[in-house]
């Protein structure tokens, strides 16, 4: 059974490939790549997808992602949160590990990845806790759920205060070659913030989430990074701070890295103006001077992964007074054309090629996932992008369960139109 996607801009950053080609794909794996464009052998039963216009790329990979199972399926369920993730061009995500129960023992990675395997159409990976129930306390039984099948470690939700307790997870997480990542906020600087402190917490008055709650964690993460040598992975950075700490420690050779998510650069602390609880996420909205940073970060290559953070939760949870609501934004299906719209085609901070790497080979080798490739043999996902299609947000039209997103009705500009997981169409536009 062979597959012909033809015709399309093939970009592969891991494979040096940027050009017009064929991708040739049999029982679900890559089995060739032609840019040669020689006389191809057309087979009976070969399915042949046109993609000419369009961009080929190795399946997009979401690093930050919330399924609400086990335990809260009534804001996602796998099934439902891997059909989101497909319709956002998404052939795998990394799942964070605070469901209810967490994912702190192996017998909860187990049965996430059984559930995947028999309802989710792109590939689930993942997390573990670093401590027993994202308390922060004790660490979890690390080894037995890297042989259950985690990817990293995260207590996402929540971040371990004591420095000492991080530094035994960073040198016990070693030991299993696993990359940590963590939400970066200090309790007692942010204690009862639900929005950046600055001119807008004071004019509304709502308790501030100052930017130096995320960034002395950043701090910490850097100097506990260079003494242990284990890989942290800052969550979510929203604060311009956070980057200059960052691209200070990469200079010197620290193994530190971050990531961004789309509305910390689309949007800013003036949004909750209207009080609307579909601005509410954490870390929070912050300021033009945070989005200028943030976006020369990933100019410059300081910040090298893009992900969501989709954080699903009810209407009935998000219907209720600006600081009583759950933090957390829908994402999956929005991302692809934020980050388009925004990074490439407004700002031009990043090429094509690099956009393509952030969701790939960047996330894939952070974690060491075998994806991220078209190398010929690797797992045929693939995801198919139109980088210039203009199209509206409705999340009316969204698969997730939920609807908390402050995108609805933004016109963007880039999609994508196909998602392929392992040489099968799961979703196309
Ligand atoms: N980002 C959020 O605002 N919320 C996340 C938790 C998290 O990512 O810290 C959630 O689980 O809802
Ligand atoms: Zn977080
Ligand atoms: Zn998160």
């Not at 040198?171 to 204690?191: I, K, P, S």
């Not at 934004?329 to 980050?339: D, K």
Request: hydrophobic share 40%; net charge negative.
């Amino acid at each position: 059974m062979t597959t012909l996607i033809t015709n399309g801009h093939i970009i592969d950053p891991a494979n040096g490939i940027d050009r017009v080609g064929d991708v040739y794909i049999t029982d679900g794996k890559i089995a060739k790549i032609d840019l040669e464009g020689s006389a191809r052998h057309v087979e009976k039963d070969e399915t042949i997808i046109d993609a000419t216009g369009l961009v080929v790329t190795p399946g997009l990979i979401d690093l930050h992602v919330h399924f609400r199972e086990p335990g809260q399926s009534a804001k996602e369920t796998i099934a439902t949160g891997a059909k989101a993730a497909a319709a956002g061009g998404f052939t795998s995500v990394v799942c964070m590990p605070n469901t209810a129960p967490s994912v702190d023992s192996p017998s909860v990675v187990t049965w996430i990845l059984e559930k995947a395997k028999a309802e989710a159409c792109v590939n689930v990976f993942p997390t573990g806790a670093i401590t027993k129930g994202i308390a922060g306390e004790e660490l979890a039984p690390i080894g037995s759920m890297r042989k259950a099948g985690i990817v990293a470690l995260t207590d996402d939700g929540h971040c371990i205060q004591n420095p000492e307790i991080m530094r035994r997870a960073l040198e016990y997480a070693r030991m299993f070659n696993l990359t940590v990542m963590d939400h970066c906020q200090d309790y007692a600087l942010v204690g009862k913030g639900v929005m950046h402190e600055g001119y807008w917490s004071t004019v509304l008055g709502l308790p501030g989430w100052p930017a130096l709650g995320e960034e002395i964690i950043v701090s910490r993460n850097a100097q506990l990074a260079e003494l242990t040598g284990t890989a942290i992975h800052c969550q979510h950075l929203s604060s311009g701070g956070s980057v200059r700490i960052l691209r200070e420690a990469r200079s010197r050779g620290v193994p530190i890295s971050g990531e961004i998510c789309p509305h910390h650069i689309a949007l800013t602390d003036e949004s909750i103006r209207t009080y609307d609880t579909n601005f509410k996420m954490n870390p929070p909205l912050r300021t033009q001077r945070d989005i200028d940073l943030l976006i020369e970060g990933v100019a410059d290559g300081t910040i090298t992964v893009l992900a969501s953070d989709h954080a699903p939760h009810c209407s009935y949870e998000k219907e209720v007074e600006f600081d009583q609501a759950p933090f957390g934004i829908l994402g999956l299906e929005t991302e692809v054309g934020l980050f388009l719209d925004i990074l490439m085609h407004k700002k031009k901070a990043i090429s094509l090629a690099r956009f393509v790497a952030m969701f790939t080979i960047e996330p894939a080798r952070l974690l060491g996932l075998d994806r991220g490739t078209l190398s010929v043999g690797a797992p045929a996902d693939i995801t198919l992008l139109d980088p210039d299609r203009e199209w509206t947000v409705d999340k009316e039209q969204s698969f997730s369960r939920s609807r908390n997103t402050p995108f609805q009705g933004w016109q963007l500009k880039g999609r994508a139109v196909r998602t392929i997981v392992g040489g099968e169409t799961v979703w196309s536009s």
